[in-house]
């Protein structure tokens, strides 16, 4: 059974940076890719940085430029350094991993951003 183990998260000032961990166990054979989506409240879960296990990243528009999506494949852990960061990135920050043909998810951080 994957796991997915997440830290990181929690308050800070407009124009601060956060770093967020994601560590993944159990059965990762054929592991993807890893990354993050988030989730507002009121609103739908967005993406926001994945890496694949070829070492591709993708951001969201909305982020580019201001987050970093890095990881240790021999650890299959990611981090998301959050930089310059604005109250609309206030969100639950959800890990997860495709495995084979699975996404499993991490039980979510909290990400808050004051003006």
């Known amino acids: 059974q994957v796991q997915l183990v997440e830290s990181g998260g929690g308050l800070v000032q407009a124009g601060g940076s956060l770093r967020l961990s994601c560590a993944a166990s159990?059965?990762?054979?054929?592991?993807?890719?890893m990354g993050w989506y988030r989730q507002a409240p009121g609103k739908k879960r967005e993406l926001v940085a994945t890496?694949?296990?070829?070492?591709?990243?993708h951001y969201a528009d909305s982020v580019k430029g201001r987050f970093t999506i890095s990881g240790d494949n021999a650890k299959n852990t990611v981090w998301l350094q959050m930089n310059s960061l604005k109250p609309e990135d206030t969100a639950v920050y959800y890990c997860?991993?495709?495995?084979?043909?699975?996404?499993?998810w991490g039980q979510g951080t909290q990400v808050t951003v004051s003006s």
């Open positions: 997860y991993a495709a495995v084979r043909e699975y996404v499993y």
């Open positions: 159990g059965g990762l054979f054929r592991l993807n890719a």
């Open positions: 890496k694949t296990s070829g070492g591709e990243t």
